[in-house]
């Protein structure tokens, strides 16, 4: 069964709208979970990674003002785009790993359609 | 940044044959990874080879790591068509877990 549960799927939305994804572990509890986006036939970039009880860590280039990340609880990661533009129409992916440089598991991804 | 090259970025088969993929990474490492994705789904992890390995096997899966030359590859023998994917190779070096992934290779099997 899934390791990984990410919702919503497919979200479309208006331009100016926020919307939140969510990420959730079910098999153990993760203190770290990883955001990516894809953009269509390109490979993954990370975003953020995720850490419960303090702060996100941002990549370079990565706005933490307009990708919030709340990491509340051990199995529990969201991601809101706030203010949406098309340009921030892609595939977002998080993912969790049992111990530091193990393997990843994904969630299922969210494609986001901004109007 | 993007820490792996991939190439090819396209190939395509027929059913039977065997797949070599390439990946040359910049940095050195603790173990670089590969990563399967079928179309606008999340990635499904293949194998995980570590810096002090040369070769591991998986079933049809066998991946090579040759640090001198930052470079790995990945051969899926005997191809079938439900090999059709997106492969991935990620690195991981030490910046507290998080890989960094490949551009990727699209690899298309014909029945």
């Known amino acids: 069964g899934a390791v990984v549960s990410q919702h919503p799927s497919r979200v479309i939305c208006k331009s100016g709208t926020s919307v939140k994804i969510e990420c959730r572990s079910l098999d153990f509890q993760a203190t770290t979970m990883f955001w990516y986006r894809q953009f269509p036939k390109q490979s993954l970039m990370l975003m953020a990674t995720s850490n419960e009880g303090s702060k996100a860590t941002y990549e370079q280039g990565v706005e933490k003002d307009k990708f919030l990340i709340n990491h509340a609880s051990l199995t529990l990661s969201t991601l809101t785009v706030t203010s949406a533009h098309p340009e921030d129409s892609s595939f977002y992916i998080c993912?969790?790993?049992?111990?530091?440089?193990?393997?990843?598991?994904f969630g299922s991804g969210t494609q986001l359609s901004v109007l | 940044s993007q820490q792996g090259e991939e190439d090819p970025q396209a190939l395509s088969i027929q059913e039977g044959e065997n797949a070599t993929m390439n990946c040359s990474y910049k940095?050195?490492?603790?173990?670089l990874q590969w990563y399967r994705q079928n179309s606008g789904r999340g990635l499904v992890h293949l194998i995980l080879i570590r810096s002090n390995e040369r070769e591991k096997h998986s079933g049809r899966l066998r991946v090579t790591l040759d640090t001198s030359k930052k470079s790995s590859s990945l051969l899926i023998t005997a191809s079938r068509a439900a090999d059709t994917a997106s492969y991935f190779c990620a690195t991981h070096y030490n910046q507290g877990g998080k890989l960094i992934f490949g551009q990727g290779t699209e690899l298309s099997v014909k029945p």
């Open positions: 940095t050195s490492i603790n173990n």
């Open positions: 993912s969790v790993h049992r111990s530091p440089g193990e393997k990843l598991f």
